[in-house]
């Protein structure tokens, strides 16, 4: 099965630097990556997901990269704001359902 | 839409006894999933259902664990002869389409604490 692997498991940024979270999975059958962002006691939601057929795709600060020869996929947060603290969650699935495989999580914590 | 609802958000239960919690997805969505997550760690797949069919349990431990969504109600996970390490949050999601072309919008998750 599939195995996603993400790091750090904890970053602490200045407010107005950039985050940089990195995954890496194992399985070559895998064609959707989401990104989820999940703040303390809530529930997880989506903030960005790349598709295998694009290698990056950016939405306003925040930015995916995918390199599929490599699997590996990064999020990048650029200003960073106090209110990007969280956990940020990678996953993976193939088309068939979205069954989705989570990355252990990294806790980011902007500092004001 | 009121997004994925669960219920309980909170219960707990002590060792031996049966929790349940309840699942209603989205407005429209069909297909439901359940995940569950240990403190400080990520997101661990469980069960994939569609109406009163389970599709991938693959997650799911063999004993004691037990999930269905029924033609009418809610999806409910139900777990038996709880132990300490239970003890998570149960997360639910649900999509409109399976296959990864709809987002997996999940709930709030329900809280087992074990005594």
């Known amino acids: 099965g599939e195995n996603v692997e993400q790091h750090p498991s904890t970053l602490s940024v200045q407010e107005g630097d950039s985050a940089v979270i990195k995954c890496t999975y194992s399985?070559?059958?895998?064609?959707?990556f989401p990104w989820y962002k999940q703040e303390l006691g809530k529930r997880p939601q989506l903030i960005i997901d790349?598709?295998?057929?694009?290698g990056e795709k950016k939405d306003q600060r925040i930015a995916v990269t995918l390199n599929k020869t490599a699997k590996h996929f990064s999020l990048h947060i650029t200003e960073t704001q106090p209110e990007d603290s969280a956990v940020y969650f990678c996953?993976?699935?193939?088309?068939?359902?979205?069954?989705?495989?989570f990355g252990g999580g990294t806790r980011l914590m902007v500092k004001p | 839409n009121a997004g994925v609802m669960q219920n309980p958000r909170h219960l707990v239960r002590r060792r031996g006894q049966e929790a349940r919690l309840r699942c209603s997805p989205m407005k429209g969505h069909s297909h439901v999933y359940w995940y569950r997550q240990l403190p400080e760690e990520g997101l661990k797949f469980m069960v994939y259902l569609q109406k009163e069919n389970i599709i991938d349990e693959s997650g799911m431990p063999k004993e004691r664990f037990s999930a269905e969504f029924p033609k009418e109600g809610p999806s409910i996970l139900r777990i038996q002869q709880v132990v300490r390490g239970d003890s998570a949050a149960y997360f639910c999601?649900?999509?409109?389409?399976?296959?990864?072309?709809?987002?997996?919008?999940f709930g709030e998750g329900s809280r087992l604490t074990v005594l």
């Open positions: 790349i598709r295998s057929n694009v």
């Open positions: 996953a993976a699935s193939q088309d068939a359902g979205n069954m989705l495989t």
């Open positions: 399985d070559s059958a895998s064609n959707y």
């Open positions: 999601a649900s999509s409109q389409t399976s296959g990864n072309t709809g987002e997996l919008f």
